[in-house]
């Protein structure tokens, strides 16, 4: 295939397979080994501090879920859980495994379900949504009382620019083919 | 084709469990805001209008697209899909309309997230206090079931023809 050049499905108009180049999955790597130390950050800062007469109460992103499942809305904390820590955390993990394998010329076990993996929690990694909401929910407590962001909305920022920036640069072509010269 | 079958039943009966939430989903309140004794069920779409006459234009709009044009048109280009399954017509744009569904569908989770964020910080006693309500529950279920309904939906279906294949 000529540079710069794609494979597409003549019927559908899908790209089956775009030229790659010396393309590597080195920022791939970078991005989720990043990512994973962001997710510690933002799980543990609080992200906005809410004030109503001298009263003040902090967030993190799992006290909205414990308290959703303190008011017995279970099905929407499990939901609120899994979108917006555990499947981030799947999803740059497995992108982790699988471009540091790619990149190490290792060997190890289950590449090819991880990639799966990594391929199906890329719709599950909702950080950047968690983003706007945070934006919504401030816009919505200022007309309360005292909203004031605190050092984890930096982070939860910061932690969706790299899950959007690793969707990018873990292209499903390049890796399909760079684990088939690896195994 | 027994495993297309099972995804295609299993796509049209989640289509369905979420159309009829859909409503309830709307109607109910997705949560009540207390604050200084002034209690206040707020819908989804109470809740733009509220924004909206803060005179936050630009961010209503935002949160009225996420979480009512969306769904709804999720669910619609969802219905429209499955009701043209096995027809040889337009394959090449229902398979563009799934890949979009698949990838912007996930967009209406900013209400539940917007909704855990207020629960949390909402505790505040009589001051104010945020409590989620059954509206909330409904909304949750039809992305959900919208979600999975175009993760079984594959692709490949689309292509799935009675008739032979016309080039």
Redesign the interface.
């Given at each position: 295939m000529p540079p710069k050049s794609a494979l597409v499905c003549q019927r559908c108009g899908v790209v089956v397979r775009r030229q790659t180049g010396e393309r590597s999955l080195q920022p791939s790597w970078a991005l989720a080994t990043t990512g994973l130390f962001l997710i510690v950050l933002a799980n543990v800062n609080p992200i906005l501090t809410f004030d109503v007469a001298g009263n003040t109460q902090s967030n993190l992103i799992i006290s909205g879920v414990l308290d959703l499942f303190g008011q017995g809305y279970w099905p929407v904390a499990a939901l609120v859980f899994f979108a917006g820590i555990a499947g981030p955390a799947l999803h740059l993990a497995s992108v982790w495994y699988v471009a540091a394998a790619c990149c190490l010329s290792l060997r190890w076990p289950g590449l090819h379900r991880a990639a799966k993996l990594a391929e199906v929690m890329e719709s599950w990694n909702l950080v950047p949504v968690y983003a706007v909401a945070t934006v919504v929910a401030v816009v919505k407590l200022d007309m309360l009382g005292t909203v004031a962001w605190q050092t984890g909305a930096f982070w939860v920022l910061a932690l969706s620019l790299c899950s959007l920036l690793a969707v990018q640069s873990f292209d499903r072509g390049l890796v399909e083919k760079r684990l088939e010269e690896l195994t | 084709m027994s495993d297309s079958n099972r995804r295609l039943q299993m796509a049209q009966a989640l289509v369905v469990t979420g159309l009829i939430l859909y409503v309830p989903a709307n109607v109910l309140p997705v949560m009540t805001?207390t604050?200084?004794g002034d209690v206040e069920p707020l819908t989804v779409l109470g809740?733009v209008q509220?924004?909206y006459d803060?005179g936050?234009a630009p961010?209503a709009g935002?949160?009225f697209l996420?979480s009512i044009v969306v769904p709804f048109c999720k669910l619609a280009a969802l219905s429209w899909l499955l009701l043209m399954h096995g027809s040889a017509r337009w394959?090449?744009q229902r398979?563009?309309l799934r890949r979009i569904v698949?990838?912007v569908?996930?967009?209406s989770?900013?209400?539940?997230?917007?909704?855990?964020?207020?629960?949390?910080?909402?505790?505040?006693?009589v001051?104010?206090s945020v409590?989620?309500e059954p509206g909330?529950?409904f909304f949750?279920?039809v992305?959900?079931c919208t979600?999975f309904a175009s993760e079984s939906y594959n692709?490949l279906m689309?292509?799935q023809t009675k008739e032979p294949l016309a080039t």
């Open positions: - | 805001m604050v200084v809740g509220e924004l803060s936050l961010i935002v949160v996420a394959q090449r398979g563009a698949h990838t569908g996930s967009w989770m900013v209400d539940i997230f917007l909704l855990s964020i207020l629960v949390a910080v909402g505790q505040l006693g001051l104010a409590q989620a909330g529950l949750a279920a992305l959900v979600l692709s689309i292509w």
